[in-house]
């Protein structure tokens, strides 16, 4: 089997390899909004009238249902992608989002980081694609990689 691949930094003109990177094996994201009937209907009512926002709700849902062209993308991320709201979400994905809503948060052997903030989904405008580009970029950033299958030997 292959080693754990590596992240490289540059320092002046060469490349230096630097701790072995992470494998995400799944993305997390947290809608700002409660799962609840009462919580999901507050947060539909809201953003109809300008008082809720949720800039990850705006990259994976229409007015009513999931984008169809998510669902399509979703096939092509190389890792899960789950979603969840504040009051369903994993207690340790919780942890890592620390009240910050929406977020996107990385699962990967050491635990979970933090990928997109608020900000960051927000600077999205509800394009997908700029998504995907942000967590490339924010994964890169942080040294993270695409769990892939190892080659048997």
């Known amino acids: 089997m292959r080693g754990a691949p590596t992240s490289t930094r540059a320092i002046g003109n060469a490349e230096v390899m630097t701790a072995p990177a992470r494998r995400i094996t799944r993305l997390i994201g947290v809608y700002d909004a409660d799962h609840t009937l009462r ?3 507050a947060y539909w ?8 926002h949720c800039s990850l709700c705006d990259i994976t849902h229409s ?4 984008r169809p062209e ?6 092509d991320l ?4 789950d979603t969840y709201h504040r009051d369903d979400q994993p207690d340790a994905v919780r942890a890592a989002a620390n009240g910050a809503y929406p977020i996107l948060v990385a699962e990967h052997a050491d635990g979970h980081q933090v990928l997109l903030a608020p900000a960051d989904l927000d600077a999205c405008g509800g394009s997908i694609d700029r ?15 695409w769990a892939t ?5």
């Open 39 to 41: 919580g999901e209907l």
């Open 45 to 52: 009512i809201g953003a109809r009238l300008g008082r809720r």
């Open 63 to 66: 007015s009513v249902r999931v």
């Open 70 to 75: 998510w669902k399509a993308r979703l096939a």
């Open 78 to 81: 190389p890792t899960p992608f």
């Open 131 to 145: 998504l995907v580009e942000a967590v490339e970029r924010s994964a890169s950033r942080l040294g993270l990689v």
């Open 149 to 153: 299958p190892d080659a048997t030997s």
